[in-house]
């Protein structure tokens, strides 16, 4: 199973930033797809997730209405949209594959991890 993050990189405050995920080796449509970021010196936190289907999604309150999350099923592809980027946003963002029916926000449920994608933004 390999899951590969992509479109990081530097972006001023205000700015949008959108990151990839390309599966392979796993069922893709058997999996719910979360996005989890880490900054230095922190805790890794839930950013957003997409259920199978792609017809639910749940997002932290820290992202909601900014980040869009989306999937395609036939590209096996998950897409992370983020606008109005913040400071704070900086971290270390990864994709991540669970294979549960629900959606979770914590990492303890996530099944396989792909290797992370920087994301900075200057003020």
């Known amino acids: 199973v390999q899951l590969q993050a992509s479109g990081g990189g530097l972006v001023q405050a205000g700015g949008s930033l959108r990151l990839s995920c390309a599966a392979s080796g796993l069922g893709f449509i058997n999996y719910a797809m979360g996005w989890f970021r880490q900054a230095p010196g922190k805790e890794r936190e839930f950013v957003a997730s997409i259920s199978r289907s792609g017809g639910d999604t749940d997002y932290s309150n820290s992202v909601k209405g900014r980040f869009a999350i989306s999937r395609d099923n036939a590209k096996i592809t998950v897409d992370l949209q983020m606008n109005s980027l913040k400071p704070e946003d900086t971290a270390v963002y990864s994709c991540?594959?669970?294979?549960?029916?629900?959606?979770?926000?914590?990492?303890?449920?996530?099944?396989?991890w792909g290797k992370g994608t920087q994301v900075t933004v200057s003020s």
């Open positions: 991540a594959a669970d294979r549960s029916f629900r959606l979770s926000q914590f990492p303890r449920d996530m099944n396989y």
